[in-house]
């Protein structure tokens, strides 16, 4: 039994409907990854699971019981937290008050707490009285993951934790995964780097246009199979 499921979950803008019956699972202490081009509809899907889109009750599974209309603070309080893309960060917040903010609605014991998110990103701990908008990029990111961590997440939701960072930056956030992973905790990565996303996970998914074009085991997709979920089957192979 999978820990988590979405079953033919699907998301509306007004009119504009952006998911089309979104199948995914992941299972307790898996990775899995979400891949897909702009607009395909990846963040839309984070939304939805993270309650800031309201959902049919039976369209996200948790745990066994239907949380699809379940708002952003009862997701949370079950266990499930965000890195939201763009980051988000109180930009008038030290970075310990940020990271603060991580556990106000789920007090729970577990391995995260300041001191542990210190060790996972020690870069933290020298700034923890800086406010956010003076550090660097990659080290906000580091306080946006910490702060989800802060709940200390059964299920852990990144989107596009890597985005606009320098590759040396990226892997000093993705090396803390192991560690992450090792709490415990499910780990969604939304990633439009397809090396990190396969690197990262045990499981893929592709999304094109709304839709989950390709699923499978990261380390038995092919480039020209990726290529095709990506960006549509016509589409020259470059
Ligand atoms: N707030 C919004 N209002 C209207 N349309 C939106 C909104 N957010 C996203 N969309 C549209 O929904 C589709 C999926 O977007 P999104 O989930 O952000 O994709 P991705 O994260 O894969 O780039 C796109 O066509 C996008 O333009
Ligand atoms: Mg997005």
Partial sequence: MALFETRGLTAFYGDFQALFGVDITVDAGETIAIIGANGAG???????????????????????????????????????????????????????????????GRVVDGVFDLDSIYALFPVLAERRRSPATALSGGQQQMVAIGRALMSNPRLLLCDEISLGLAPVVVRDIYAAFPRIRASGAAIVIVEQDIAQALKVSSRVYCMMEGRVTLSGRS????????????????HELA
């Fill in 42 to 104: 990846k963040t839309t899907l984070m939304r939805s699971i993270a309650g800031v889109l309201i959902n049919e009750p039976d369209a996200i599974v948790f745990d066994n019981e239907p949380i699809g209309r379940l708002s952003s603070p009862d997701i949370l309080a079950r266990g499930i937290a965000m890195v939201p893309e763009g980051r988000r960060l109180f930009p008038s917040l030290t970075v310990e008050e940020n990271l603060k903010i991580g556990n106000y």
């Fill in 219 to 234: 380390d038995a997709l092919t480039r020209d199979a990726i290529h095709r979920a990506y960006f549509g089957a016509d």
